[in-house]
């Protein structure tokens, strides 16, 4: 492709200085010859020291926001804006045969792409998806290392569903992710935020910025899905241009409303109101999961999809990996693996749980290295003032020492009247909340829901908690005897 079309949207050169380019990236491991490189700044780097060994490389032309002493400079205000137009038109702006839908949202978002997906398919539509979980291109399923690719992969994606016949895709889009522009120049047919509790702020520094950062996305959406009964959300919404669609399980005059809601472990029962009162059923227990129905109801439901066929689909949602996962494990208590690792998270998967569970809510968390440090003291008293027992362990330390993650934690636990243990060894701590748990109780993994690594100092490590808990059963029959 000529250097010309690759700039479209982003700058122009001479005539002389159009030469063909076969490859693009902002990483110099991935430099080869005829290479357009992108000079991204990043927290502990600058791509700009790199232009002298990706000329060697083979590189041909440079983008910075800085001038530099390359053959062909392009000068940009940002690289990173930059970086996704030309992802985009190096991959034949795919986008534009797509009809994408865009979830951002603290909580939720992966659960809720996943119902629009599911109300989709169910209803003829061919729609890919992009995520936390995983990435579905139409044709395969693929694991995902980051929410929102980062825009080369993004583009690339973007493309294979088209090619293989995808008519719409959902995309979770991360806070991180909008700050970055990784999807900058992508026209969303619509937008859904589930929710807004604070996260990330290791990287955003405050509410404020995390805020404007989630309220990007419907600046190129039709129209936004939002969850009003969210404090964040609804003062925020007179910022939202787009057109507004709410959801809503306190605000009847909301456009779509829940109410006699009934959560059993099978699931959440509620009606419905939009034109009309639909019956419903989505078999995921807690309110939280009301509102992830609501907004993925609301997205198809606007898009055209039949009410009623939108319901319909919800009976039939198969979940998804490590969000509120019941282990199948034949004792008389249950085991659940969740993703929840925010405040917010823990009190609606912990509070959720209680409604069901018939004696003691035990468990297991920690909190990860390397990241916002005010939520732990937080995540440490919800859990104890709403488990009869917590494990806190290891979860994600990375670099940072293990232990000066749990003391942080325990200043919030502490000052509860839960009964709990430190374990810093996570297969342990799962070992011993396995050990603990009695007829009637629940035992709440939480914290990695699908992930099946752990990040340490030392790299990552495998580390499936299905796989384990399935170990413990088989291993030490002696310690179900008693039961």
């Known amino acids: 492709m000529l250097l010309s079309a690759l700039l479209k949207g982003v700058g122009e050169i001479s005539p002389s200085q159009d030469v063909e380019i076969e490859n693009v990236t902002d990483k110099l491991s991935e430099v080869k010859k005829k290479t357009l490189f992108v000079c991204i700044d990043g927290d502990s780097f600058d791509g700009n020291d790199f232009i002298p060994y990706a000329v060697l490389k083979g590189a041909l032309a440079v983008v910075s926001e800085k001038r530099t002493k390359a053959k062909i400079s392009i000068k940009v205000e940002s690289a990173r804006k930059a970086l996704a137009v030309i992802a985009a038109n190096f991959y034949g702006n795919p986008a534009s045969r797509l009809k994408i839908i865009g979830i951002t949202g603290t909580n939720g978002k992966t659960t809720t792409s ?10 003829g539509k061919k729609c890919g998806l992009t995520g936390t979980v995983e990435k579905f291109t139409g044709a395969k399923t693929l694991s995902s290392t980051l929410t929102t690719p980062e825009p080369l992969e993004l583009q690339r994606t973007f493309c294979e569903m088209a090619e293989n016949g995808c008519e719409y895709c959902v995309s979770e889009i991360s806070s ?10 992508v026209q969303f047919c619509a937008s859904a935020i589930t929710n807004i509790t604070p996260e990330h702020l290791n990287y955003h520094l405050n509410m404020e910025n995390y805020i404007s950062a989630k309220l990007r996305l419907f600046e190129n959406s039709e129209f936004a899905v939002l969850n009003v009964d969210d404090k964040n959300i609804f003062e925020n919404k007179d910022k ?27 699931g959440v029962e509620f009606e419905l109101l939009k034109d009309k009162f639909y019956k419903a059923f989505i078999p995921l227990p807690g309110i939280y999961n009301v509102y992830n129905a609501l907004c993925a109801v609301a997205v198809c439901s606007e898009l055209g999809i039949d009410t009623r066929i939108c319901v319909d689909a919800l009976k039939k949602f198969n979940g998804v990996e490590g969000r509120c996962e019941k282990v199948p494990i034949n004792r008389d208590f249950t085991v659940i693996i969740d993703y929840a690792h925010t405040p917010d998270g823990l009190q609606n998967i912990i509070s959720s749980t209680r409604g069901f569970t018939e004696n003691r809510i035990i468990s297991v968390f920690g909190c990860g290295g390397d990241r916002d440090k005010s939520k732990r003291a937080v995540m440490g008293k919800i859990a104890g003032e709403l488990s009869d027992a917590v494990i806190v362990t290891d979860d ?31 297969k342990d701590a799962i070992g011993l909340a396995l050990k603990i748990a009695e ?16 990040i340490t100092a030392n790299g990552k490590i495998p580390f499936d908690e299905k796989k384990i808990i399935q170990e413990f059963i088989k291993q030490d029959e002696k310690i179900w005897s008693s039961h």
């Open 240 to 266: 939202i241009a787009c057109r507004q669609v709410t959801v809503s399980i306190k605000d009847r005059i909301a456009d779509y409303y829940a109410q006699n809601i009934v959560s059993t472990s099978g």
């Open 114 to 123: 996943f119902l629009i997906r599911h109300i989709l398919e169910y209803s």
């Open 176 to 185: 991180q992710a909008l700050s970055q522009n990784r999807a900058e120049g």
């Open 396 to 426: 994600n330390p990375r670099t940072e020492n293990p232990v000066r993650i749990i003391c942080d934690i325990l200043k919030g636990l502490s000052d509860t009247k839960c009964h709990y243990a430190v374990v810093s060894d996570r």
């Open 439 to 454: 007829k009637g109780d629940t035992v709440l993994i939480l914290g990695k829901g699908h992930e099946k690594y752990q």
